[in-house]
């Protein structure tokens, strides 16, 4: 089960915040018991690149055999 600041990976586009299929990002919060997250998503300049609520259904945990994300993500600010 996701919790509060485990790295996940998305596994569907977000577009309305301009995110893909992969992304790697923490979960900040939990909402309604794990249904849903609330996850920060890090530029390389370590500023936030966004911050969503995404469904649980749409994260999966990162797993050591992930290659290290590539996607440049930029800051929001």
Same mark, same amino acid.
């Given at each position: 089960?996701?919790?509060?600041?485990?790295?996940?990976?998305?596994?569907?586009?977000?577009?309305?915040?301009?995110?893909?299929?992969?992304?790697?990002?923490?979960?900040?919060?939990?909402?309604?018991?794990?249904?849903?997250?609330?996850?920060?998503?890090?530029?390389?300049?370590?500023?936030? $690149? +966004?911050?969503?609520?995404? @469904? #649980?259904?749409? !994260?999966?945990? =990162? $797993? +050591?055999?992930?290659?290290? @994300? #590539?996607?440049? !993500?930029?800051? =929001?600010?």
């Amino acid at each position: 089960m996701l919790q509060e600041l485990d790295r996940i990976v998305l596994t569907e586009d977000l577009s309305s915040v301009r995110l893909k299929a992969g992304d790697v990002g923490t979960i900040v919060h939990a909402h309604r018991g794990g249904q849903a997250f609330e996850v920060e998503f890090l530029a390389p300049d370590g500023n936030t $690149a +966004a911050l969503a609520t995404v @469904p #649980a259904s749409r !994260l999966r945990p =990162v $797993a +050591a055999t992930d290659p290290t @994300p #590539a996607r440049a !993500l930029e800051s =929001v600010g």
